[in-house]
Antibody, heavy 121, light 107 residues
């Protein structure tokens, strides 16, 4: 069974750094793209980017490029999303998801449970 | 970026109804479109990929159609478990985008 298990909820102050994680199991982690999707409170889904753990190829949405960093550690089957300086507007639920990529950026067939990030002074 | 526009934003329907949600792309995306269902407090769930391919385990009352710039998701006979928010997503380009969502609510 494919499972993606995300790290727990975080409460941070503006300007702080943060790295959240997503651990995959039940499939070959290095052979599938894995990515991140943001959902701000009461809003829709926003695709942030994906990484291919096998060779660390990364594709970012232009909306998020430069604001976050996506990475992966294939030795522990874990993907990461990190911020160097959080803003209040980063407050959101963040989902990781395994992607099938055929053209461009792909669709997500399995999702993590979500990590709630709250940024408040 | 390719923009995705869903209609309607909210849809009121009853159990047993046939419902259709439309998704339009700002430029042709061939058949590179997926549909997701999301319930409150839960992660999205993949329903349809490649415009009309049903994801394994998804009930056959869900179907997708379309190509190019216009797509539809149809639920043939609405069940109580289907009241949720539905999103389309294009993945034709390097950077994919979601529609704004359609909330399916009880009439």
């Amino acid at each position: 069974e494919v499972q993606l298990v995300q790290s727990g909820a975080e409460v941070k102050k503006p300007g702080e750094s943060l790295k959240i994680s997503c651990k995959g199991s039940g499939y070959s982690f290095t052979n599938y793209w894995i990515g991140w999707v943001r959902q701000m409170p009461g809003k829709g889904l926003e695709w942030m980017g994906i990484i291919y753990p096998g060779d660390s190829d990364i594709r970012y949405s232009p909306s998020f490029q430069g604001h976050v960093t996506i990475s992966a550690d294939e030795s522990i089957n874990t993907a990461y999303l990190q911020w160097s300086s959080l803003k209040a507007s980063d407050t959101a639920m963040y989902y990781c998801a395994r992607h099938f990529v055929f053209s461009g950026s792909g669709y997500a067939d399995n999702w993590g449970q979500g990590t709630l990030v709250t940024v408040s002074s | 970026d390719i923009q995705m526009t869903q209609s309607p934003s909210t849809l009121s329907a009853s159990v047993g109804d046939r419902v259709t949600i439309t998704c339009r792309a700002s430029q042709s995306i061939s058949f590179w479109l997926a549909w997701y269902q999301q319930k409150p407090g839960k992660a999205p769930k993949l329903l349809i990929y490649k415009a009309s391919s049903l994801e394994s385990g998804v009930p056959s009352r869900f179907s997708g159609s379309g190509s190019g710039t216009e797509f539809t998701l149809t639920i043939s006979s609405l069940q109580p478990d289907d009241f949720a928010t539905y999103y389309c997503q294009q993945y034709n380009s390097y950077s994919n985008t979601f529609g704004q969502g359609t909330k399916l609510e009880t009439k």
